[in-house]
């Protein structure tokens, strides 16, 4: 399940800079009376249109940082977690070998 949460969140980053690149109006040229309530247009309103369009990509390759990164780390958990089992189950194996 948290895998899929940070898959997702790689994708949100693919459709952020996808949409720059694409040159989306909604993503990089929203209008600004959607300011009080829409953070794309605030920014906008704030920094100008290109701040804007050089936020969205680096937000997006944030998130897809963020997602691979976050995938990398569970399955090296899961993996940690995984040779533990194994580790205990081969001491109780070798306990159970007689000493010579």
Do not use: N
């Not at 953070?39 to 963020?66: D, E």
């Not at 995984?82 to 081969?90: A, Y």
Request: proline share 3%.
């Amino acid at each position: 399940m948290y895998v899929f949460v940070l898959f997702f969140i790689s994708c949100i980053g693919g459709v952020l800079i996808l949409g720059s690149y694409k040159r989306w109006k909604w993503l990089v040229d929203p209008p600004i009376e959607w300011a009080w309530f829409y953070s794309q247009s605030w920014i906008k309103k704030k920094f100008g249109q290109k701040f804007l369009l050089v936020y969205t990509y680096f937000s997006g390759m944030v998130f897809i940082v963020i997602g691979i990164a976050g995938v990398v780390f569970e399955t090296q958990a899961i993996t940690y977690a995984l040779s533990d089992v194994v580790q205990v189950k081969l001491r109780q194996h070798t306990f159970l070998i007689p000493k010579h």
